[in-house]
C-alpha cells in the first residue's frame, strides 16, 4: 500500500548558503515531504520512533523473534476490529457494539463447538453470518431509520455483552478444537530443507517485498501520467528503502522463531483488499464522500444509505472474526472477553490518521494506529510498568492524535 506524496522540487539554495550538497538537499527534500503530509506520515515515525526507545529500554528484548510473534498475535483481533472501525469513522459514524459482539461470536463458537459438536468449519461461517446479522439490524435502524449511530451501538453493546452472559451462564467455556485453536494461535507449516530459518515466510516476504516495490513504482507511474507532482527520485528511493527494510526485518524475525502466524496471513489479506477497496473501488469512493460532505455526495447520485448500511454489515462481520481469533488464542470463551476492545479499535483509528469529521482515514492508518497502542502495551509490560500507568500512557496518546488532527485541519484552513 501506498500513500500519496504531493512534493515539488524545492529551489535550489543559494550559494555558499547552509544545506548545500547532497546531504543537505536530500535533508530538505524530507522536512518538506514531512511538512506537506504530516498526516500522513506522522503516526509511522511515531512508531518508528516508539520502536526504538523502547528496543534500547527493554535491552533489545522488544525485538526478540518470540516477542515480535507474540506481539502479532496478541493484537491480530484488534487491527482487524481496526479496519473495519476505520471504514466506520471514515463514513462519519462510531461503533460501540464490536466488543461486546466479539465475545458474543466467541460465546456461540463455544457453545457449538463444544457443547454441541459441531465441526470448527461450519461454526466460523455461522459465527461470521451471526456477525454480518448483528452489523444488518445496526445497519438498517442507522442508515433507514435515522437512530444516530451512537445510540444504536451503544444499544448493540450493552444487547450483546447480556447475550452473552446468557450463553454463557457466566462461565468460561472451552477448550475448542485444534483446527479452531489455529486460527489464533498457529503457524504456517514447515517446508523445504534446513536453512535455520522457516522457509515458508522468508518466501512470503520476498513477495511482499516484491509487491511493495511494485505498487509504489506503479503508483508514481500513475500520478505522473495523470500530470500530478510526485516526489523527488532521491526521497521516493529513500521511502522505498525504507519500506523494503522494514518487511525484510519482520520477515527475518518471524523467520528465525516459528514462522508466520496464520493470523498474520489473514490479517495481511485483510489489509491488501480493503486497501484496494478504499483506494480504487467506487464503493470505497462513496464512503469518503459520504463522511466528507453527505449533501454533496447525495446531490451527485452516492446512495449513502446503502453505502451506511453496508459499512455496519461489514463491521459485523470483522467483529466476528476478530472474536473466533481471540477466543481460539484464549483457547476458552468467557463472559468478560473483548471488555474495552471498542475503545482500543476507535483510539487505533484515530491515532492512525482517521478525522473526528469523518471522510478522512486509511486502512493503513488504522493498522499503523494499532500498532502504535500495541507496541506501546507490550513495551510497557516488558518494563513492568502497572496498568494505571499504561492507561494514561495510552490515553495522553489518544489525546495527542485528536488534537494533532484538529491543529492540522486549522493549519489547512480546512
Known sequence: MSADVTVTDPAPASPGGDGNGPAG???????????????????????????????????????????????????SYILILAIGMMLVIIAGHIDLSVGSLTAFTGAFAAVLTVQHGAPWPLALVLCLLVGAAAGSVQG???????????????AGMLLFRGMTEILLKGQTLGPFPDGLQKLGNGFLPEAGPDTNYHNLTLLLGLVLIAAVVRQ??????????????????????????ALVAAVLVLTLLLASYKGAPIVLIILGALV???????????????????????????LSGVKDRKVTFLVFLNMGVLAALAGLVVAARLNAASPKAGVNFELEAIASAFIGGASMSGGVGTVLGAIIGGLVLGVLNNGMNLLSVGTDWQQVIKGLALLVAVGFDVWNKRRSGA
Open 25 to 75: 538537499s536530500l535533508l530538505r527534500l524530507m522536512l518538506d515531504g514531512l511538512r506537506r503530509n504530516m498526516r500522513q506520515y506522522g503516526m509511522l515515525i511515531a512508531l518508528g520512533l516508539i520502536v526504538v526507545l523502547f528496543a534500547v529500554w527493554t535491552d533489545g528484548d522488544l525485538l526478540l523473534p518470540r516477542n515480535v510473534s507474540n506481539l502479532v498475535l496478541q493484537n
Open 140 to 154: 438498517y435502524l442507522i442508515a433507514y431509520l435515522g437512530i444516530p449511530s451512537f445510540i444504536v451501538t451503544l
Open 216 to 241: 509504489e513504482v506503479r503508483d508514481r507511474r500513475r500520478h505522473r501520467e495523470f500530470a500530478l507532482e510526485v516526489a523527488p527520485t532521491r526521497l521516493f528511493l529513500l521511502k522505498l528503502t
Open 272 to 298: 491488501a483488499g480493503y486497501g484496494y477497496l478504499m483506494r480504487n473501488a467506487v464503493f470505497g469512493r462513496h464512503i469518503y464522500a459520504i463522511g466528507g460532505n453527505l449533501p454533496a455526495a447525495k
